[in-house]
């Protein structure tokens, strides 16, 4: 007689190879999932968990965690590789991936035999929304910090060597007025236009990226959507 655990897990196998690669949506996986439930020789339900393929029981008015009675002191597949592992093991022989059942996973939702099944969500879909909740400041600074760099540089060799910005050089120390024009001076306008460009890049960057991460805290994130 044929296992019916047994064909349920490779019918699930089949259905996450084909929700991964993108041949079904994830409605049409969530859909098939519930109708791999199953009703044991006690009237228990069995079903199967979207996420993990881990099988729930329904026990004392609630979705538990459990073995089926067919899989007690038997085998799982590690669904990466297919290798057969010790149903105790939490990683897989051969690949090091987690078997499938292996390792911990909270339960469930309280629900009857005819909801949904255990708190186990499908997957997100291919090319569905990545939430950004927040920049990083270090990252930001580093960035702007070096457009302001390059950008520093080149307005300080303009202003070294050439009349622009005539009025604002004039009002500089002497030895800068002195120089203006010679390659001492381009030098010494370039450095100093360097630094200032740096900290002044640098502060808009992390000013930016703080600004921008506490208006994401206040609407949940920023949603982008892949391709």
């Known amino acids: ?25 994830q409605q049409e996986f969530a859909d098939s999932l519930r109708r791999l439930r199953i009703k044991d ?29 067919s899989l007690m002191d038997k085998r799982v597949i590690c669904i ?38 255990p708190a186990e969500t499908v997957p997100d879909a291919p090319g569905g929304e990545v939430v950004v909740r927040s920049f990083d400041v270090v990252s930001f600074l580093w960035f702007f910090g070096v457009l302001g760099l390059f950008a520093g540089i080149v307005l300080g060799l303009l202003a070294g060597v050439t009349g622009l910005f005539a009025a604002f050089v004039e009002r500089l120390p002497g030895f800068f007025v002195e120089h203006r024009g010679d390659i001492l001076g381009a030098l010494t306008f370039s450095i ?11 502060a808009a960057g992390a000013a930016a990226a703080a600004v921008s991460n506490g208006v994401m805290s206040l609407v949940g994130g920023l949603k982008l959507r892949r391709s």
């Open 1 to 25: 007689m044929a296992d019916p655990f047994r064909e349920a897990e490779a019918t699930f196998t089949f259905l996450r190879e084909k929700f991964e690669a993108r041949k079904i949506s």
């Open 41 to 69: 020789e006690e009237g228990r339900f069995w079903v199967i968990g979207a996420r993990s393929g881990k099988w729930y029981a329904f026990e004392n008015d609630e979705w538990v965690e459990a073995k089926p009675p």
């Open 80 to 117: 990466a590789c297919g290798f057969e592992n010790d149903i105790e093991a939490e990683r897989c022989v051969r690949c090091g991936g987690r078997p499938r059942g292996a390792g911990p996973e909270s339960a469930v939702m309280k629900a009857g035999p005819g909801r949904s099944g």
């Open 192 to 202: 100093v236009g360097g630094i200032l460009g740096f900290a002044t890049g640098a």
